[in-house]
């Protein structure tokens, strides 16, 4: 089984609706990211949590929001979504007690927005 | 704004031959550098990572790191049509103890042809 999953995998999804992305691991890790990606633009940080009482906004967190319901789970929301929003989204979790503190990948939720 | 820059290529290499991925960083305060491997549609997977100025090799991989000029290069020996991906460079300017928030390049697309 995968350490870290996203549901859903896929989203078509109309502007103005709601809409919220999931991300579980079953690593033990503290810390969780949510990113999204661009053609061309890397990866780009949308929040982060080091645990469950903490959330920090990232680079790009206009129009989103989060929720760290437990270690194991972090999840996205898109109060109002738009077609710009439309990316592949990402859920990482790191490790502070490594010294490199390596992050990793969920599979991504790739979202349209129409 | 931290910045991390790639050549976003393509860079086409023949198989057998060295494939060298070339990023620069703006931070002068950053400490750890990493390499990530991205197939079409798939999320990022870890392959190398780097702290200290000079060269680390891992298998047919050598990061290269030069703080200096601020410069991180990924060398891929014997590159097979397998490596054909996009390589992300990730750059973290934090001490660990503060939390790994990575900055990424664009990223380079190689294609190494049979």
């Known amino acids: 089984d995968a350490d870290v999953t996203q549901t859903p995998r896929n989203r078509i999804t109309k502007t103005g609706k709601r809409i919220m992305l999931e991300c579980s691991q079953t690593?033990?890790?503290?810390?969780m990211y949510w990113y999204r990606q661009d053609p061309g633009l890397g990866l780009r940080l949308i929040y982060y949590?080091?645990?469950?009482?903490?959330?920090n906004k990232g680079e790009i967190s206009d129009g989103y929001s989060v929720s760290r319901q437990a270690q194991a789970k972090f999840s996205l929301s898109l109060e109002s979504a738009i077609p710009n929003q439309t990316a592949l989204y990402f859920c990482?979790?790191?490790?502070?007690?490594?010294?490199?503190?390596?992050?990793?990948f969920g599979p991504g939720t790739r979202l349209t927005v129409l | 704004q931290k910045e991390v820059e790639q050549n976003s290529g393509p860079l086409s290499v023949p198989e057998g031959a060295i494939a060298s991925l070339n990023c620069t960083y703006s931070d002068r305060v950053s400490q750890s550098f990493f390499w990530y491997r991205q197939y079409s549609g798939k999320s990022p997977e870890l392959i190398m990572s780097i702290y200290s100025n000079g060269d680390k090799e891992d298998g047919r991989f050598t990061a290269q790191l030069n703080k200096a000029s601020q410069y991180v290069s990924l060398l891929i020996r014997d590159s097979q049509p397998s490596d054909s991906a996009t390589y992300l460079c990730?750059?973290?300017?934090?001490?660990?103890?503060?939390?790994?928030?990575?900055?990424f390049g664009g990223g380079t697309r190689l294609m190494v042809k049979p």
């Open positions: 990482a979790t790191s490790d502070p007690g490594t010294f490199t503190d390596t992050q990793y």
């Open positions: 990730a750059v973290n300017s934090y001490p660990n103890n503060a939390g790994n928030m990575l900055t």
């Open positions: 949590s080091f645990d469950v009482k903490d959330i």
């Open positions: 690593k033990g890790h503290d810390r």
